[in-house]
């Protein structure tokens, strides 16, 4: 009896785990009771990658509803359908932060402390709106790309391979914000945990996913901003970390397409 309820207690922590992941990257509402300590949304990261899987699931099923309902259905229709839901399914929440740090980017002047007062602003500036246009362009062409050659299965894994790299970015980079919610992340996070999601991921996507230049122009764009984040900030807030996300799923949409 004690055996199958200590099972029982751990398979509830991690619902609950799940449940506080999918209620912050998605708009999906979820049974949550309770108050909510720090190491639990922590802990949380480890079901960011299952969320996304979760989301490249629901973006599949889409596809494949409208296809049932009518074969005649123009891949950019199908395309424009699909990135709408994507976008909604989250709350453009990543979207906001890519917003937000290209405002803060061009606006900062290579300032660090103007650069983060930026971030902060709520509006957004024209030179964010124009980036999430061009995002959402490079995204909607190569969705209507992939449905044309009939390659949209790999809409399942490429959110949750942008998500596993949340993970990479809080292993390997310094959150700059000491009151900021990413804190919070890098002081409860596991490491090994994260460190040992992120390898699992790693295998099921080799053995699922063929695309490998979509993997290795994501890893190399994560790079690539990290970078830009370090000599500029000195490490990452939770605006860079949205940015890196959304550049990210449109760099692996891009590499799909060699």
Not at 203 to 224: A, E
């Amino acid at each position: 009896m004690k055996i199958q309820y200590e099972y029982s207690d751990a398979m509830k922590n991690l619902l609950r785990s799940f449940y506080l992941a999918l209620s912050f990257l998605t708009r999906i509402p979820v049974p949550l009771k309770g108050d909510i300590s720090q190491q639990e949304i922590a802990q949380s990261m480890l079901f960011y990658p299952a969320v996304g899987l979760l989301i490249g699931i629901i973006l599949w099923l889409i596809i494949h509803i409208l296809l049932f309902v009518s074969s005649a259905f123009p891949p950019g229709v199908i395309a424009a359908i699909e990135l709408t839901v994507w976008v909604l399914l989250t709350g453009g929440l990543h979207l906001d932060g890519l917003a937000d740090s290209a405002d803060a980017w061009i606006g900062g002047q290579n300032n660090r402390i103007r650069t983060l007062e930026i971030m902060k602003d709520p509006y957004c500036g024209p030179i964010g709106v124009t980036i999430i246009m061009l995002l959402l362009l490079i995204k909607w062409s190569s969705l209507s790309f992939l449905l044309k050659t009939g390659h949209s299965a790999f809409i399942l894994v490429i959110p949750m391979l942008s998500r596993s790299m949340i993970l990479v970015l809080f292993m390997s980079t310094e959150y700059v914000r000491e009151n900021g919610l990413g804190a919070v992340f890098m002081e409860e996070l596991p490491d090994d945990k994260a460190l040992w999601t992120v390898l699992i991921v790693a295998l099921l996507l080799s053995l699922i996913l063929t695309g490998w230049w979509s993997i290795i122009l994501m890893s190399g764009v994560i790079y690539g901003l990290r970078i830009l984040m370090i000599k500029r900030l000195g490490g990452m807030t939770g605006d860079t970390i949205g940015a890196s996300v959304e550049i990210a799923e449109a760099a692996a949409l891009i590499g799909l397409l060699f």
